[in-house]
Each structure stands twice: as C-alpha cells, then as structure tokens.
C-alpha cells in the first residue's frame, strides 16, 4: 500500500513516542514495583468476619517484613471497618483489604491507592504514607443506595 | 457504475505527491499534546503515594 | 442496477431506518432529560422530587444513551449506507431488519420498564452481585439478538454484491459497515455468555451464585469492542462522507480500509484495560493487553492524518496558500461539515485522556473518578454523537424526502456550537475533578465534611452549567430533528458518497480476504485471554450471591 512520506515519517513518530510510553510504564512497574493490585487469594465472602485478617480490621505492627504495618479493611454495604485509624507519618503499610457483600471501590482520593474489593478476593496494595493530614477513604464503584455515603478515614500523624 | 469508473481511475498510477505539509504540522501538533498530557499524569502518578 | 437508483435508499429500506432513528431520538429525549437532572443533583443545589433515585436516574441515562441510542442509531445508519452504496435490500433482508428491529424494541421497552419500576437500578453495566430483576437481563438480551439480525442484513448484502460483481472491491462504506458488524458480532458473544449463562439463571434462582470476575471478564470482553462500535461508524462519516461535503476526494481507499481492519484485530483482545485495578488478573497479562490497547491506537492516528490530508488538499485545490491556509477553505458555513468536524476535534483530547486510561498503573490516578466520565463524553458523547446528528441533517431529510433549509442549517450549526461550548464546561470540569480524586457514578456528597470533598462542589457546579447548556443543544436537536422529519419542504436531498482521489493506487484484494482478518481476530482473541480466563476458573473464590442494595 502506498502512503505519503510525511504519513510515513507521522506513524513511525507516533509508534515510538508509544513505544516510549509502553517502556516507561514496563520499567515502572516490573522493575520499581509500581503495580496495580492484581492477582490475589481468594477468600469465601460469607466467612469474613472469621477469616484472618479480617476478624480483626485495623492496623496491625508486623516484624521482619518489607512493610512495617498492616492495615485491614473490610468493606460491606455501605461501610467500612476500621471506619476511622491513625498511622504514623513515613510508615509503610500493606493494605489488605476485602468485601462481604457486593463490589466496592477502594479509593484514597489524591493518591494513587485505587482499588477494586470484589466478592471472594482479597486485595493487597503496599504504600508509603510519607504525607501528614487526614486521608478520605471512599467508595467509588456503585454500590447500591447508600454507595456516596461510604467512607472511612486515614489520620497519618507525627510519631 | 461507480466501481468500474473507480477502477479505471485506479489504473493510473501516481504521478506525484501533493503537498501535505500543513497536515503534516497539524498532526505533529496533535502527537505533542498527546506527549504532554501523558508525561503529566505520569508526572502525578509518581508525585502520590 | 442504474446510476439513479443507486444515488438514493428505496423508500422501503429508508422507513427502516427511520423506524430506528425514532427510537433512538427519543432515547435522546429521555436520556439528556435525566443527565441534566444528573448534573443539578450533583451540583449540590437540587434534590430530585420524592421516589426518583440518583442511580435509578443513572442506570436509566446510561441504557438509553449507551446501549439504545447508539445501536438504533448505527444499525439504521449502517443499513442506509450499504443501501445506498450497495444496492437496495432484497425484500427478504428487509424482513430480516425489521424482524431485528421489533426484536430489540421488546427488549428495550422490557429493560426500560425494569428500570422504571426500580428493579433494575443496578447501571448500564449491570456488575453482579448486584442483582436485577430477571425481566432486566431478558430485555437485554433481546436487544443484543435483535442486533445481530441487523448485522445479518448488513453481511447478506454485501455477500450479495460480491457475487454479482465478481468479487470485484466492495464499496467502502459497505466494507466499513461490514467491518464494523462483524467486530460487533464477535464482540457481543461475551455479553451474550454472562447474560444468558450466569445472570439470566441466576436471577431466575435457578442457581444460587455466579464468579464474579468471570462475568466482569465476559462483560469487558465485550466492553471495548462496544465503544469502537460506536467510533466506526463516525469513522465511516469522517472517511467516506465528509470528503464529499466539501467536494473533495477520499485521500486513500486502501489506506482507509486498511484501519478498519487494524481496528477489527485489536478491538477485542483488549477489555483487560477496563480492568486494571482489580484482583483474579495476573498483573502480566494486564501488561500484554495494555500493549494490545496500544496498538489501537495506531489506526486512529492513521485516521488523523488521513482527515487532515483530505481537508489540506482541498484547500489547495482551491488556491490556498501558506501552511494553514487550507483551513479557511473549508466549508464553515455547512452544518453537515462544522457539527462532525466539532466532534473530531473533540476526540484530540478524547483520545489522549483514552491513552492515559489505559496506560496500566496510570489508571490508579483515573480509574472510577469523574475523569473517567468526561473522557467518554468527549469521545462518544461528543465526537461520536454530534458525528452522528451531522449525518442525521441530511439522512434524514433524505429518507422523508425532504430538504435541510438554510434556516434548519444555521440552527444546526448553533447546536453543534451550544454542544462544545456546554461540553467544554461539563467534560473539562470532569477532568479537572477527576484528577482531584472525585470518584464517578456517585450522589451529591460531602463525605463527612473532608476538605478534600470540599475541593470538587465548584466543578461540579461547572458541570451543571455545561450540563444545562449541552440539554439546550439537545432541545435544539430535537427540534431540528422533528422539522426534517415531518415539516422540511419536500424535495431531493442528497447523500453524499466520497470518491477516491485519482492519485490513490488500486485497492490490494487481500483487504477483503476475511478468513485472514477473522481467524487473526479469533487467534488474537484467545492469546489475551485463554490463560487469564483458565485461571480465573482454577483459582475461583466460592460464588456470590443476589444483592438488591437499591
């Protein structure tokens, strides 16, 4: 097929600045880590509340991991648990999170931890909170009647 | 009907090729914008937390 | 056949069309109505008069305007290019596109009584285990049925055209919609899959509990070819109809069929990017379907060049001169021209927010905030949808046999205007918002008074203005719409078909060699997800059950 040299010189412009963008994100995430929460262990949505972690939500000091916390959070219609927890300032954390009912969202707006709890999933999401101040939790995959009213908080105060 | 005349014209082969630099410029505009909306969010993805 | 004949639908095939057109304006009508209540809600300052809730509102906005308006609208689009470009229907396609359309309009009334009654408040992508009503999956499933009989006419015809011009190059427009019906057919199975084997039975209480993420895999499968089923025909438009709006040529027929071909090959193998922040997905296969959605990219930026070559050369044509000179030549006056040309240039943006989207660990910064929702008004809702009131201010008054006055032109080209202008506010403010962290899909809220929460009430202010402006333009367009149809003065309006340019080389057969481009797809297809998909299966937690939280 024919094409236009300044078509040709336009794509062969375009797929590198992609190739560009692919490699950057490769790096990122592969190499420094930076993935999404992705494959997990699976839990039975109904035994929950009896399942380690999740009979006891909240935040938990750990020895001897790459992390130094774990914060549990189980999510149902239309709340979390803890629905309040204070972590202190440069702390890394593991968050852990799962559901008991139908999806929800895990969302700290204006950072990156950005997750899906879906039924019979447990998701997991390292972090450095390395910012002081209150942080909103929010649900942001529709949940039902009450999904704008779900929320929790993340206090990260100066030990 | 359309195809026949369609292809007759096929027939002839290209002479030469017109001038397309403003296309040319319109595009590369279009692939800088591209750039630098993407660096940007990149830039705030590696800002948060 | 005769030239004549060709040059315009047969009546008989036009009241088709149009009998898809009516349902789709009057989505129109209901689906604008309960955006702009959408926008007032969430500004802060309005509550909705008692026993209407915001997600009922919601599930409603979204069926009507992504599910129904577009797929009436595309599949009587489609069949009135093949009509025009390939011949009239034979009485027996005919009957096989009403079938189709009688078939999707019991669905939709079904789905959308569903959604009145408040049985079906579950949104337009019905994720379990919110469970509807099983009326609600029926409905749906018909009008995905109903479309593939649509479809059917599209492939018989051009069967039927091949054969009796000995497989000589199809029409374009015909290839395209052949194109495009093909990737709706192969991208419909996986909705069909989870409708009809999990959420139909499930919801009949046949069986107790459903996987998850194999339906929201099954329904993203689908999900992504559905928004490039929505852009091919804008597309078609911008390739094959514009050029003759103007009185130019179309740059390149092989060029042009050749991305539509791209675009059949790496449409599908990509849902995963709808996906990326969620578990049960090995964070690897994510990647490769991330380079996939990359690749989509490619035809897209083909099309640009390919819209700016067309318009540069006219202009030159015509004596332009310097580097832009071009663009004063084109026809800025014409309604059929500015309202398209408005969308194109809505989806420069649209299209790099897209690439942002899906560029895997990225979408934590995006994913499910208002970002999200004013990146897909600016691409289907803007690009697509004024594309395809551009077509419908001729078509229709084609097939009604009537004309586009002056008077109805200028009123047009204020509507496309109203449009970006009231979308510029809604969809800027989106992203704006969305960047901050504003989560999509939710209710007016403060969120126990964070003063993060604080910061998005003066966007979401923005986007009731925006909204209110673009349910102008949508009164506007109604009204246009209604003129064309039943009080324009009768007379001959015509539908443009471009012409290749003469300097186009001859079109290579191979682009019509199906069994190459569908077996591609097929093997494309279970490269992505074959792995992924088993291990979904291997790995699955106990299913769920129904939830009614509404």
């Known amino acids: 097929m024919h094409m236009h040299k300044f078509e040709k010189i336009w794509l062969i412009f375009g797929v590198a600045s992609l190739i560009v963008f692919l490699s950057v994100l490769g790096?990122?995430?592969?190499?420094?880590?930076?993935?999404?929460?992705?494959?997990?262990?699976?839990?039975?949505?109904?035994?929950?509340?009896?399942?380690?972690?999740?009979?006891?939500?909240?935040?938990?000091?750990?020895?001897?991991?790459?992390?130094?916390?774990?914060?549990?959070?189980?999510?149902?219609?239309?709340?979390?648990?803890?629905?309040?927890?204070?972590?202190?300032?440069?702390?890394?954390?593991?968050?852990?999170?799962?559901?008991?009912?139908?999806?929800?969202?895990?969302?700290?707006?204006?950072?990156?931890?950005?997750?899906?709890?879906?039924?019979?999933?447990?998701?997991?999401?390292?972090?450095?909170?390395?910012?002081?101040?209150?942080?909103l939790v929010l649900c942001n995959e529709y949940c039902g009647v009450g999904h704008h009213m779900m929320t929790s908080k993340i206090e990260v105060v100066e030990s | 009907m359309a195809q026949t005349q369609k292809s007759e014209i096929q027939d002839e082969k290209v002479e030469k090729e017109p001038t397309l630099l403003g296309a040319f410029t319109a595009v590369m505009i279009v692939g800088l914008f591209i750039i630098i909306t993407w660096a940007g969010v990149f830039i705030l993805f590696n800002q948060r937390f | 056949m005769s030239m004549t004949n060709r040059?315009?639908?047969?009546?008989?095939?036009?009241?088709?069309?149009?009998?898809?057109?009516?349902?789709?304006?009057?989505?129109?009508?209901?689906?604008?109505?309960?955006?702009?209540?959408?926008?007032l809600v969430r500004s802060g300052m309005f509550v909705l008069p008692a026993g209407i809730g915001y997600y009922q509102l919601l599930t409603l906005h979204g069926v009507v305007l992504a599910l129904v308006l577009t797929t009436y609208f595309i599949m009587g689009f489609q069949i009135a290019a093949v009509s025009r470009t390939s011949g009239t229907l034979t009485s027996k396609q005919r009957k096989i596109g009403w079938t189709g359309f009688v078939i999707m309009t019991i669905g939709t009334i079904l789905a959308a009584v569903m959604i009145l009654l408040n049985e079906a408040t579950v949104l337009y992508t019905f994720y379990a285990p919110l469970q509807a009503h099983s009326i609600f999956y029926i409905g749906l499933t018909l009008v995905i049925v109903g479309s593939w009989l649509g479809s059917a006419v599209i492939l018989l015809k051009?069967?039927?055209?091949?054969?009796?011009?000995?497989?000589?190059?199809?029409?374009?427009?015909?290839?395209?919609?052949?194109v495009n019906s093909i990737m709706w057919i192969v991208a419909t199975i996986g909705v069909a899959a989870t409708v009809l084997l999990q959420l139909l039975p499930w919801s009949l209480g046949l069986v107790e509990t459903i996987n998850v993420g194999v339906s929201r895999t099954l329904f993203w499968y689908f999900g992504h070819p559905l928004v490039y089923f929505w852009l091919l025909p804008a597309y078609m438009a911008w390739y094959v109809i514009i050029p003759k709006i103007i009185g130019?040529?179309?740059?390149?027929?092989?060029?042009?069929?050749?991305?539509?071909?791209?675009?059949?090959?790496?449409?599908?193998?990509?849902?995963?990017?709808?996906?990326?922040?969620?578990?049960?997905?090995?964070?690897?296969?994510?990647?490769?379907?991330?380079?996939?959605?990359?690749?989509?990219?490619?035809?897209?930026?083909?099309?640009?060049?390919?819209?700016?070559?067309?318009?540069?050369?006219?202009?030159?044509s015509k004596g332009a001169k310097g580097l832009f000179g071009w663009f004063k030549k084109l026809p800025w006056k014409?309604?059929?021209?500015?309202?398209?040309?408005?969308?194109?240039?809505?989806?420069?943006?649209?299209g790099a927010g897209g690439i942002i989207n899906a560029s895997n660990q990225m979408n934590q910064v995006v994913h499910n905030t208002i970002w999200v929702t004013g990146h897909f008004?600016?691409?289907v809702a803007t690009a697509v949808l004024l594309t395809f009131f551009g077509i419908s201010y001729w078509l229709i008054p084609h097939l009604t046999g009537r004309t586009l006055t002056k008077a109805m032109n200028n009123l047009a080209i204020t509507q496309g205007i109203l449009w970006a202008v009231g979308m510029t506010f809604m969809s800027g403010a989106m992203h704006a918002a969305g960047l901050l962290g504003a989560p999509r899909r939710s209710s007016f809220s403060e969120y126990g008074g964070a003063s993060i929460a604080a910061?998005?009430?003066?966007?979401?202010?923005?986007?009731?203005?925006?909204?209110?402006i673009l349910f102008l333009s949508i009164i506007l367009m109604l009204y246009i719409i209604i003129n064309l149809a039943f009080f324009a003065p009768k007379g001959e309006q015509d539908f443009p078909i471009g012409e290749i340019a003469e300097t186009a080389e001859k079109t290579p057969k191979i682009l019509e060699n199906w069994k190459i481009w569908i077996g591609i797809t097929v093997l494309l297809i279970l490269f992505a997800y074959t792995i992924p998909f088993i291990d979904m299966f291997h790995h699955a937690p106990p299913g769920s059950k129904g939830y009614k939280l509404w």
């Open chain 1, 27 to 135: 790096v990122s995430a592969f190499h420094q880590g930076h993935h999404p929460s992705s494959w997990s262990n699976i839990i039975d949505p109904e035994q929950v509340d009896e399942t380690k972690p999740f009979d006891e939500p909240g935040l938990k000091k750990v020895e001897g991991k790459e992390w130094d916390y774990e914060l549990v959070f189980v999510a149902s219609a239309f709340l979390y648990a803890p629905s309040e927890v204070q972590i202190p300032l440069g702390s890394t954390v593991k968050i852990i999170a799962t559901t008991k009912d139908v999806i929800h969202g895990f969302q700290i707006p204006g950072s990156n931890v950005n997750m899906m709890l879906e039924p019979g999933y447990i998701v997991e999401y390292i972090t450095t909170l390395n910012q002081p101040g209150e942080f």
């Open chain 3, 7 to 39: 040059l315009k639908v047969d009546r008989r095939d036009g009241k088709l069309v149009m009998a898809h057109f009516y349902v789709a304006f009057i989505s129109l009508a209901i689906g604008g109505l309960a955006g702009l209540l959408q926008v």
């Open chain 3, 158 to 178: 051009y069967r039927q055209w091949r054969k009796e011009n000995h497989k000589q190059t199809s029409p374009l427009i015909t290839f395209m919609a052949v």
């Open chain 3, 248 to 316: 130019a040529k179309i740059f390149s027929d092989s060029l042009a069929r050749f991305s539509f071909i791209l675009f059949l090959l790496f449409s599908i193998p990509v849902g995963f990017h709808h996906q990326l922040m969620e578990p049960g997905i090995d964070a690897s296969w994510k990647f490769i379907q991330v380079v996939l959605t990359f690749l989509v990219i490619i035809p897209s930026l083909m099309t640009a060049f390919s819209l700016f070559a067309t318009f540069e050369s006219y202009g030159r």
């Open chain 3, 334 to 350: 014409d309604a059929r021209f500015v309202v398209p040309f408005i969308g194109m240039v809505a989806f420069i943006p649209g």
């Open chain 3, 377 to 379: 008004h600016l691409t």
């Open chain 3, 455 to 468: 910061e998005w009430i003066p966007y979401q202010v923005a986007q009731a203005v925006g909204g209110s």
